[in-house]
């Protein structure tokens, strides 16, 4: 396998660059770009040690640097790396990596690093994965879930189902292949129990998937209410900005502005939407139509009703059409009027707020209710949740592969029909952990990584 180097920091000014070379001639690369003070070379350095210098390129000293030696097999991508960091500069940087690749390195490909280490087996597939999860979290909530799945959460998961599986087989190849040890035939009871266990521990981490796309992508909430009723003072506020235009003018709202948006621990990819009701206007009826599908497809409704009013017949309207929805009321204008929240709306909500989006009241109590709706204490990092659609993908896959088993057995049909099911969903699954995965889906696992990861 050829050695690869890249820039391993973001590429932008900063404090320091970090430039990776990692192979079987990474030390040897390493000796020709950089000349430490104390004469040390990078072939004869221990793992785990560093020692300072200058990086050199044809024999001019491009900056100070530090060399750190990392030795096959405890290292990153399980081979020898070398990682020279030197002061955070675009140009200097390029010019370090300019001189690795001189000296016989290749352009390293985006995550080639991790997929290296996925390959040496120094992580499962969806460890893998997990590595892009922890450098884009914004929050604590997403690291922490993130560094679980970074440490195996999820494989351990996955593969005590396979287990289970495998055992099954096993005692099914047992009965079939070795009848004149008299070892007893299995039984259609226990044996439909123990697949009705595997089914119903695959429905419960496939039921994780939607919680871990909330945790990794953020709730996406859409504001809805008729027109007037302070939808884009709310998203303004919400988004820290103005970015809708606010006026007195019904109908002002004709497009869906969409911003990711951060209220405290809690991230919100938030939709204002027109206000619904019935327009002969073309232009606003085409985003009124909009707004309707965009509350079809929200996890969160903010539904806003003005506080300074009785509810007019498009509240009514609103009301019915959130029957079945995960939704908050926002009861607005609450500054304007000391009223108490009407009881046609507050039995409508999982939880009602009175605001004024105008004086920036109620946020917390906002922020509060969110948390407590998609943030529970239900779903814990160290269960292992998975991470993304190929991983749902491949556990749904496999959910089938063992429900058809279970009703081929329960039809009479032959042991080895069912066990070809059954191996079938350890195939899924396998492919899930990265155990037995085709090249292509590790293509496109590791083409989402940044170069130098």
């Known amino acids: 396998m050829s050695t690869i180097a890249a820039i391993s920091t973001p590429h932008a000014e900063g404090g320091i660059a970090v430039i990776r070379i990692s192979g079987?001639?990474?030390?040897?690369?390493?000796?020709?770009?950089f000349k430490s003070v104390s004469g040390k070379r990078a072939v004869d350095m221990p793992g785990y040690t560093c020692t300072f210098g200058h990086a050199v390129k044809d024999g001019d000293i491009l900056d100070e640097a530090?060399?750190?030696v990392f030795r096959s097999p405890m290292s990153y991508t399980g081979e020898d790396v070398a990682e020279i960091s030197c002061h955070g500069g675009i140009f200097v940087?390029?010019?370090?990596?300019?001189?690795?690749?001189?000296?016989?390195?290749?352009?390293?490909?985006?995550?080639?690093?991790?997929?290296?280490?996925?390959?040496?087996?120094k992580m499962s597939l969806t460890?893998?994965?997990?590595?892009?999860?922890?450098?884009?979290?914004?929050?604590?909530?997403?690291?922490k879930f993130a560094i679980s799945l970074k440490e195996g959460a999820v494989f351990r998961r996955i593969r005590g189902?396979?287990?289970?599986i495998v055992k099954v087989l096993g005692a099914l190849a047992a009965w079939a292949d070795y009848p004149e040890d008299d070892i007893p035939e299995v039984e259609p009871e226990s044996f439909q129990l123990s697949l009705s266990t595997i089914q119903h521990k695959l429905v419960e981490i496939i039921n994780t998937s939607d919680y871990g796309r909330i945790i990794k992508d953020g709730v996406s909430a859409v504001i809805v209410g008729r027109p007037n009723v302070g939808k884009s003072t709310l998203f303004n506020l919400l988004s820290g900005c103005e970015r809708s235009i606010v006026t007195d003018i019904a109908g002002t709202t004709r497009d869906v502005l969409e911003e990711r948006v951060r209220l405290g621990d809690v991230t919100l990819r938030l939709w204002d939407t027109a206000g619904l009701r019935e327009t002969d206007d073309v232009i606003e009826k085409i985003g009124v139509n909009i707004a309707r599908e965009r509350l079809e497809q929200a996890d969160l409704v903010l539904a806003v009703f003005d506080g300074s009013e009785g509810l007019s017949a498009e509240d009514h309207e609103l009301l019915k059409g959130l029957a079945g929805k995960k939704a908050i009321g926002i009861i607005n204008k609450m500054d304007c009027i000391d009223k108490c929240?009407?009881?046609?709306?507050?039995?409508?909500?999982?939880?009602?707020?009175?605001?004024?989006?105008?004086?920036?009241?109620?946020l917390e109590e906002l922020r509060q209710a969110i948390e407590n709706m998609f943030y529970s204490g239900q779903v814990t990092p160290e269960m292992g949740i998975l991470a993304n659609e190929r991983q749902l993908d491949c556990a749904r896959n496999a959910l089938k592969a063992i429900e058809d088993a279970i009703n081929a057995h329960r039809s009479g049909e032959m042991l080895d029909a069912v066990t070809v099911l059954l191996d079938e969903a350890c195939e899924h699954l396998m492919n899930l952990t990265g155990e037995r995965v085709s090249e292509k889906v590790v293509e496109d696992v590791f083409t989402r990584f940044c170069v130098g990861k």
């Open 24 to 33: 079987s001639r990474a030390f040897q690369v390493a000796d020709c770009i």
């Open 66 to 68: 530090v060399l750190t």
């Open 93 to 121: 940087s390029r010019e370090i990596l300019r001189a690795a690749l001189m000296a016989g390195a290749e352009p390293a490909q985006a995550g080639e690093f991790t997929r290296r280490a996925f390959q040496n087996g």
């Open 127 to 143: 460890q893998a994965e997990a590595v892009m999860d922890v450098i884009s979290a914004d929050s604590s909530r997403e690291l």
């Open 161 to 164: 189902i396979i287990d289970d």
């Open 341 to 362: 929240i009407p009881e046609d709306i507050e039995r409508n909500f999982y939880k009602c707020i009175p605001m004024s989006a105008k004086q920036g009241t109620g």
